[in-house]
Nanobody
Framework: QVQLVESGGGLVRPGGSLRLSCAAS????????MGWYRQAPGKQREFIAS???????NYADFVKGRFTISRDNAKNTVYLQMNSLNAEDTAVYYC??????????????WGRGTQVTVSS
């Protein structure tokens, strides 16, 4: 069984920063791409950023250089550094990973999410 657990969310003032973490654990053979998504109240889940096993990153246009995705393969962990946060960034942030389990099956896994609230 594979699990993704996010952490690092919370309440931050406009203009502030947060660093989210997502750790994968369980019966893992290989982790391919990892990424972050978010879902604001009343809106669909949207893509934020992804990073390959080799470190190549892709970002949604709205990130505009404010967010940086990174990963530590030794720790099976992906990070999202978020700067210059504003109220529109308020959402539940979800981690996603494409994981090959020890059974050699490839599946997409999701974490349960971590709440980020930007408010003064």
């Amino acid at each position: 069984q594979v699990q993704l657990v996010e952490s690092g969310g919370g309440l931050v003032r406009p203009g502030g920063s947060l660093r989210l973490s997502c750790a994968a654990s369980g019966s893992i053979r290989t982790i391919n791409g990892m990424g972050w998504y978010r879902q604001a109240p009343g809106k669909q889940r949207e893509f934020i950023a992804s990073i390959s096993a080799g470190g190549s990153a892709n970002y949604a246009d709205f990130v505009k250089g404010r967010f940086t995705i990174s990963r530590d393969n030794a720790k099976n962990t992906v990070y999202l550094q978020m700067n210059s946060l504003n109220a529109e960034d308020t959402a539940v942030y979800y981690c996603n990973a494409q994981i090959v389990a020890t059974s050699f099956s490839l599946s997409a896994y999701w974490g349960r999410g971590t709440q980020v609230t930007v408010s003064s």
